[in-house]
């Protein structure tokens, strides 16, 4: 499956199965925290309430049902969830 819809915080954005999720949530324009981008601090942290990851292995504490959004790579489509409200990026104009 290399096309497949992430569904973040009731927002659809379009996704794969080859990168990380916080990289491509960052692409669709939104902003979920993250600090060291490689599974040590936690704070990409956000519910799986539907769908399958790969996941790397990790030293940040997660519950379960929870992943780490930087390591972590859609196996299908997704629904997933931020405690917090996610904020999007400003949309770069293209060169004129
Ligand atoms: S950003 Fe630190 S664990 Fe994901």
């Known amino acids: 499956m290399s096309s497949l819809t992430i569904k973040v915080n009731g927002i659809e954005v379009h996704g794969n199965c080859r990168e990380s999720l916080l990289v491509q949530l960052e692409q669709a324009g ?3 925290e993250y600090q060291c981008r490689n599974g ?3 704070a990409c942290r956000c519910k799986l309430k ?3 990851v ?3 292995d990790s030293m940040a504490f997660i519950r379960p049902n929870e ?3 930087c390591c972590s790579t859609p196996k299908s ?3 997933i969830e ?3 409200q996610l904020t999007f990026t400003e949309i770069k104009k ?3």
């Open 67 to 69: 992943i780490l959004s």
């Open 77 to 79: 489509h997704l629904e």
């Open 82 to 84: 931020f405690d917090y």
């Open 94 to 96: 293209t060169a004129e």
């Open 54 to 56: 790969d996941q790397q």
């Open 40 to 42: 040590m601090c936690g």
């Open 30 to 32: 939104l902003q979920p």
């Open 50 to 52: 539907s769908g399958a």
